[in-house]
């Protein structure tokens, strides 16, 4: 056959019209699919916080609103996605845990936070606990020990336009002395006792919710206020955290 003198196939105009209704069918679907999941996780999150948190003790509209607008499912590992808004902390990776969202909406609500403030997270972990303070409108400074946790939440932080909150890979037993000193510290590991550095870099009249004990050890959750350079503290509950680890500086 002579290729030369070959005409190309036309399509008809029914051909052309079936594929284009097929494409638009599909993109049809494929939107339909993903607005489904998008109002999903709303009905998830608006669950959470009917059952877990106003059917308990969280009385602060600003931090139920803010669990309820943050997407904790985008801070999990992709196999627990569908247990993301579940009343149970769980696993991120290299032996690290995201808290239970009860537990982030009342170590949260403890601080009182106000629009504008300055805040020191110690352990950043995926991220979740730093969004959520970043969304009540705090600037946040986090602290992460774990350099690829530190990373991964940069991205996501990045990705959902949490422009409030900067991620520093480093040891948490230091603080973080540039952004000195801070409205409130809130720290999602556990030492066994409060780190004195902390204390310095908390303001004149700062508080601080942190996790105290040993990791065999029964460990308490506490409020610590910060008056005439002295500090008081009080227990709230019993909690059960990763440790608070001491290594040096990443960065």
């Known amino acids: 056959m002579d290729m030369l003198n070959q005409k190309p196939e036309l399509k008809s ?24 999941k998008a109002q999903n996780w709303v009905q998830m999150r608006e669950k959470m916080v009917s059952e877990q948190m106003r059917g308990r003790d969280i ?11 943050v997407p904790r499912h985008h801070f999990v590992p992709e196999q627990y996605q569908q247990l993301a808004y579940d009343d149970r902390p769980l696993p991120i990776g290299w032996e690290q845990t995201i808290s239970q969202p009860y537990m982030v909406a009342f170590m949260t609500e403890q601080l ?12 950043t972990g995926s ?30 932080l990045q990705q959902l336009n949490y422009n409030n909150v900067e991620v520093l890979t480093g040891n948490g037993y230091l603080g973080w002395e540039e952004h000195a000193p801070y409205d409130a ?29 040993g990791v ?36």
Request: charge should be neutral; proline fraction near 6%; hydrophobic fraction near 45%.
């Open 127 to 156: 991220g979740y606990q730093a969004a959520v303070l970043a969304h009540l409108g705090c600037m946040v400074y986090s602290i992460e020990v774990i350099p690829e946790l530190a990373n991964k939440a940069r991205q996501v």
């Open 216 to 251: 065999n050890e029964l460990q308490y959750l506490k409020m610590v206020y910060k008056q005439n350079g002295q500090i008081s503290s009080q227990s709230l509950m019993p909690v059960r955290f990763v440790p608070m680890v001491n290594e040096p500086s990443a960065e």
């Open 13 to 36: 105009p029914a051909r052309c019209l079936c594929s284009l209704v097929l494409l638009l069918l599909l993109l049809t679907i494929t939107g339909l699919t993903t607005n489904m």
């Open 59 to 69: 009385r602060s509209a600003s931090v139920l609103n803010a669990m309820r607008e």
């Open 185 to 213: 510290i809130i720290v999602t590991a556990a030492p066994e006792e409060i780190p004195q550095v902390l204390i310095d870099q908390l303001k004149e009249g700062g508080t601080m919710v942190i996790p105290i004990g």
């Open 112 to 123: 009182q936070l106000k629009p504008g403030m300055k805040i020191l997270e110690i352990g």
